[in-house]
């Protein structure tokens, strides 16, 4: 109560002084003149507030600003002279606190000649704290091809994103289907500066199902593991050429439903490829 006294005191005796020195100001006449009432009304005002116990806070408009990135986006070489193209890549707009996101990631086969898979989200983001978005939306996989590639299927979605401790970047996000099967996938990617422009950048995925959709190669368990590394040069911060490695693996019911496609339940790779970034 004490410190509440003085300080309101305070504040009086400010605006009593300033008020003399506008008195004083308003007799010589001149641009003086007409400021001294609009500064002696402000500094009221302040002691006002002050003696209110309440604070000026300016309001600003939000800032809106987006971006879009190629993380991924090349060729996949499994050494038998066969070439598939892989993409995965996202764009945001909005503000610091809320934004809309579109991510999109796919590949051809292991020939190229058609689309194995496809994907594409469209997300509402809400900053939850310091580097951690909580993020809703809906998902759709793409079927090009009625006789080839895994099937249409739209899912609801609710997830996280953000930077973990060490600026491991995470993405935890969890599926539910028109069936009502529940799908989780968990990633983590860091950047590892070796120089300015070089940059090595390992990744882990896992894939999680609670039942079966067969069509989709999606078994009960975890059905799916990718993990790879790429190590990049940025010529500039938007463009960015690199190559790598990457292995892709479908796991206990999921590798029976791959083999019964007649493919192999694991694959690696050579890639090569350019990030951008703009």
């Not at 993409?87 to 579109?102: C, I």
């Not at 993020?135 to 099937?151: C, L, N, S, W, Y």
């Not at 040069?233 to 050429?241: D, G, K, Q, S, V």
Request: glycine share 10%.
């Amino acid at each position: 109560m004490t410190c509440e006294r003085l300080t309101r005191a305070a504040a009086v005796l400010a605006a009593v002084v300033l008020s003399a020195t506008a008195a004083t100001a308003q007799s010589g006449g001149g641009h003086a003149m007409h400021a001294a009432p609009a500064a002696v009304a402000s500094t009221q005002d302040a002691a006002a507030m002050v003696a209110s116990g309440s604070e000026a806070h300016p309001v600003h408009a939000p800032i809106y600003f987006g971006a879009v990135l190629l993380d991924q986006n090349e060729i996949r070489s499994t050494g038998r002279g066969n070439l598939a193209y892989a993409w995965e890549g996202s764009a945001f707009y909005g503000t610091s606190h809320d934004r809309v996101w579109v991510n999109t990631r796919g590949e051809t086969s292991a020939e190229g000649e058609r689309l194995e898979r496809a994907e594409v989200e469209l997300l509402y983001s809400h900053l939850l704290g310091y580097y951690w978005d909580i993020q809703a939306g809906v998902r759709h996989d793409v079927r090009v091809d009625p006789r080839e590639g895994t099937p249409a299927r739209s899912y609801g979605v609710i997830g996280l994103q953000g930077l973990a401790p060490g600026f491991f970047e995470v993405q935890l996000h969890g599926f539910v289907s028109q069936e009502g099967i529940f799908l989780a996938r968990a990633s983590a990617s860091y950047d590892l500066l070796i120089t300015n422009r070089l940059v090595l950048q390992p990744e882990v995925e896992l894939n999680v199902s609670s039942g079966w959709d067969r069509d989709a190669l999606i078994a009960p368990g975890l059905y799916r593991v990718e993990a790879g590394i790429r190590l990049r040069y940025e010529i500039t911060r938007e463009f960015a050429p690199y190559i790598g490695f990457s292995y892709e693996r479908y796991t206990g019911g999921a590798s029976g439903l791959v083999r019964n496609h007649g493919e192999k339940p694991g694959r690696a790779a050579v890639v090569a490829g350019i990030r951008l970034f703009f």
